[in-house]
């Protein structure tokens, strides 16, 4: 239209696509009226033929279709003439796989129409692993009804489908998966055909599944305007009408445009340097002529660069479209398809819209939707509202609890609506590995009965292959819920328990046997017999200090560990005392050591401390809830000890596990510290708040969260994921945790309790423990004081009678002078009586003879402990002043 230099004129001839003879003559002709290049045909099955041919005669053959590369291999010589604008099947395939990758789809189903249509997703099949979820592939026939087909497809569970079928099937496809329920929120299709964008899905806009699609050129361009445009007016100059939009231009026209536009420009460029004419061929000539300008046409095309309809146009060295782009389009309701991202050979799947667009779209969709809620009955994420009198529960006013206040305050922040609903069989969702089906809360997640699953439901491994979760609302681990030990009754005397009440006896035994063997082998001994005078040698009498009473003091000082202030002398004496000491120092030692701790331990029974003590014994009995993320946490753990604990968890008869928490909680509480209940310490501290007879043992033995479940590759889970985060932020979430479990429902009833616990435990010994010591010493001070008032009393009668006065009088001078405290001398006499002089006479006298008798007295012990000290062999003498 625009440059004279030549011109391009098109012959058309048309094939079968299956007959290979027919197709080879048509070319033949074609050869033979001079022909400088061939496009076509369309069919893979006679493409082949005319290939051939003109790799013959050297005629550049064009082509723009889908073409697998060989079994055996490319051969570069077959290649030599022909060139494919049409995207290499190997690397088509590989954006294919990419972008279900990118979109994390773990298991789908594919629904083709023929075989080669398996081919062309090679790549996407061998992405799946052995231990994948299966890939489901279903081929339709001829039969215009899919509904059966869709059907299976939904009982299994399926929502992720590729469609590699005819661009005339994919609109009649979806418009009965509508019918089947098959286009709802949770399923997702993508459309291989990269002519899906000219099918007219007015009808599908308004779906709620997720519909994705490629196309090979970008349909708001410049280029494919400007072509559209030269279209019409061609057709205008020829008288006739011709009228298509951007949007509706097929992927084949926009090809053999840009073939024909990067062969003109090989024409061009090369004709500016040597003339090149065409040349009348033949092929049944025995000297076979080949067109001389053909093969450098061809190279000269494979090396070339452009930009046309359908992106950049490079090729490899067999003429094959390595490099090229692809819009990924996803249909919306405003604006029908719409691109959302851009694939390439080397940057892969790039999006075109911002992670704040899509959450804004995702947002915006969520305005005034109806959520349904599926949850279960547990404390205190869940329960059933009381009633008032009169009053007439329904909706969501039945039921209250933490997990309803939580999507509460999430569905204010998103604005969509909801309705809570209890699964029927009232599980979390467990895998069942003989059925191979899941049961509970996932299940109805899975079955598309709910939109959102939220209690305590653990986020695992397990859950997260057949569910998303959202960010965790919670974090938590396992710990063990036990019973409080037994609080022991107090006891005065306490601190004899360290040693049985034998050993009492046998101490008692051995404290008067010692002091006897004492007595009699110092009567025995000639060491033991001293000379109570040992200034005067002449002295014909000796004594013996050691009587009964000194033994007695002696094993007593021992034994308490004052020692006393006098000594045996004699070897075997000694002997005795040396064991006694030493049975003393053992007894003593061994009592002082124990008596605290022992004091401490007694008011505590025996306890366990952790999982450890578990493991190692027999007696306690353990389990959790049966088919709940504790059990299988302990069914798959590696690790030793749990490993243990699940082996007697598993063997133990009758069964340990229990169907709820709640259960486990009376079990344990019935089971008088023989039943230990293995949970979450989350619903473990909501049991202790309000069970002051329950406490948590050791720390938790993992980490982990709850959230909320959705089925997988939900569009809200961002949203409300971001939801939860806000709420975090703001502090919401522990002002929620803090409203239900120290408020609510008698929160907060053992926290007095738990303080009372913890400082007993710290403190010392009280005097409910140790207060048997100061009985015994206000009783030995009693005893003490009653034997002194008795001593002073038996001193005044002596002294009254010695001092011939009355009871009375002598009373009155004892206790005047024991009351003067100023006084530090006592006079040997009292004048008691001025007036009688004779009294007062004999009085001195008396008293001067009891002088010198305690005088002599006192010399007396100051010789024997002299003796004892043998300070008397050194010469040293005592006597009276």
């Not at 030549?6 to 197709?23: C, G, Q, W």
């Not at 053959?61 to 590369?69: F, G, K, L, Q, R």
């Not at 052995?130 to 081929?139: G, K, W």
């Not at 911002?354 to 279960?376: D, P």
Request: proline residues 4%.
């Amino acid at each position: 239209m625009h440059e004279k230099h030549f011109e391009l004129v098109p012959l058309v001839k048309y094939v079968s696509a299956e007959d290979s003879f027919k197709t080879e003559r048509k070319v033949c002709e074609l050869a033979a009226e001079g022909v400088t290049a061939i496009f076509g045909p369309s069919s893979i099955l006679t493409a082949g033929i005319v290939g051939s041919v003109c790799k013959t005669l050297e005629i550049p053959h064009i082509v723009t279709h889908w073409d697998p590369e060989p079994l055996g291999g490319t051969e570069p010589a077959l290649q030599a003439m022909t060139i494919n604008l049409y995207p290499e099947a190997d690397v088509l395939s590989r954006a294919l796989a990419d972008l279900i990758v990118d979109y994390s789809w773990k298991s789908f189903t594919v629904i083709y129409d023929t075989d080669e249509g398996l081919m062309r997703l090679k790549d996407i099949l061998q992405i799946h692993g052995p231990n994948d979820a299966p890939i489901t592939v279903r081929q339709i026939d001829d039969d215009p009804d899919y509904r059966p087909l869709l059907k299976d497809i939904q009982s299994s569970g399926e929502s992720h489908i590729i469609l590699e079928i005819r661009p005339d099937r994919i609109v009649e496809l979806l418009r009965q998966a509508k019918e089947v329920k098959m286009l709802e929120e949770y399923q997702s299709y993508i459309i291989t055909s990269l002519d899906a964008h000219t099918m007219d899905f007015e009808e599908l806009r308004y779906s709620r599944s997720n519909i994705t699609a490629l196309r090979l050129m970008d349909t708001k361009s410049f280029d494919i305007k400007n072509a559209v445009h030269d279209w019409e007016q061609g057709e205008a100059r020829m008288k006739r009408l011709f009228r298509v939009s951007p949007e509706h231009v097929q992927t084949e026209s926009a090809l053999y445009n840009d073939a024909v536009k990067i062969y003109a420009t090989a024409i061009r460029e090369l004709d500016a340097t040597e003339e090149i004419t065409p040349s009348r061929l033949s092929c049944g000539s025995k000297n076979l002529r080949q067109w001389p300008f053909g093969l450098r046409i061809v190279n000269y095309m494979k090396v070339k660069t452009e930009h046309g309809i359908t992106g950049p146009i490079i090729f490899d060295d067999y003429g094959r479209r390595t490099h090229f782009h692809l819009d990924i389009i996803e249909l919306s309701k405003e604006e029908g398809f719409k691109k959302i991202a851009t694939w390439d050979p080397t940057h892969g799947v790039n999006y075109t819209r911002s992670q704040g667009e899509v959450y804004s779209q995702i947002v915006e969709s969520l305005q005034n939707k109806t959520f349904i809620v599926a949850s279960r009955i547990g404390a205190p994420f869940l329960m059933h509202k009381e009633k008032k009198e009169g009053e007439f529960l329904e909706g969501n006013n039945r039921f209250e609890g933490y997990s309803l206040e939580l999507i509460d305050g999430i569905s204010k922040i998103l604005g969509f609506q909801y309705r809570m609903e209890l699964v029927p069989d009232g599980k979390y969702g467990s895998y069942n590995k003989i059925t191979k089906k899941w049961d509970g809360l996932v299940k109805h997640l899975l079955d598309r009965k709910a939109d959102l699953a939220v209690c305590d439901l653990t986020i695992t491994y397990e859950r997260r292959t057949a569910v998303d979760f959202t960010m965790p609302f919670m974090t938590l681990g396992i710990s063990i819920l036990y019973a409080t030990p037994v609080q022991q009754p107090k006891d005065l005397f306490s601190f004899l328990s360290p040693l049985s009440l034998d050993v009492w006896i046998y101490m008692a035994t051995a404290y008067l046997g010692v002091s006897v063997l004492l007595f009699v082998l110092s009567r025995m001994a000639p060491a033991d017999w001293e000379n109570p005078h040992p200034c005067k040698q002449d002295n014909d009498e000796v004594e013996n200090i050691w009587d009964m009473l000194n033994a007695l003091w002696l094993t007593m000082g021992s034994i308490m560990g004052q020692g006393c202030d006098i000594l045996p002398k004699a070897v075997s004496t000694r002997l005795v005392a040396g064991m006694w000491w030493f049975f003393a120092l053992i007894m003593l030692s061994s009592y002082t050591a124990n008596l605290a701790a022992f004091l401490t331990m007694e008011r505590m029974d025996a306890t366990i401390e952790s999982a450890e003590d578990l493991a190692k014994q027999s007696k306690i009995k353990y389990g959790a809830v049966v088919g709940g993320s504790t059990m299988s946490f302990f069914q798959t753990s590696n690790f030793s000890t749990y490993q243990r604990m699940w082996a007697a968890m598993e063997s133990a008869r009758p069964s340990v596990f229990t169907k709820s928490n709640d259960e486990g909680r009376d079990r344990v509480i019935k089971g008088k510290r023989l039943y230990a209940f293995l949970m979450e310490s989350t619903s473990l501290e909501y049991m202790t708040e309000r069970y002051c007879e329950l406490t948590q043992i050791g720390g938790l033995l993992d980490s982990k969260g709850y959230g909320i479940a959705m089925p997988v590759n939900s569009p809200y889970r961002t949203a409300i994921s971001g939801a939860v985060l806000k709420m975090q932020e703001e502090g919401k979430l522990h002002q929620l945790k803090t409203r239900w479990w120290k408020e609510m429902h008698g929160g907060g009833r053992c926290d007095g309790k738990a303080s009372s616990a913890a400082s007993d435990s710290a403190a010392e010994l009280g005097i409910g423990n140790v207060g048997g010591v100061f009985v015994v010493l206000a009783i030995g001070c009693s005893c003490a004081f009653i034997i002194g008032i008795l001593e002073f009393l038996w001193n005044v009668r002596k002294v009254a009678v010695e001092e011939k006065i009355t009871p009375w009088d002598a009373l009155k001078a004892e206790l005047k002078f024991a009351l003067n405290i100023s006084v530090t001398s006592k006079p040997v006499h009292n004048t008691l009586s001025e007036s009688t002089a004779s009294g007062k006479s004999s009085l001195r006298s008396k008293s001067e003879s009891r002088r010198d008798s305690e005088v002599a007295g006192r010399g007396n012990n100051v010789r024997t402990g002299a003796s004892l000290m043998n300070l008397d062999k050194l010469g040293l003498g005592f006597g009276k002043n």
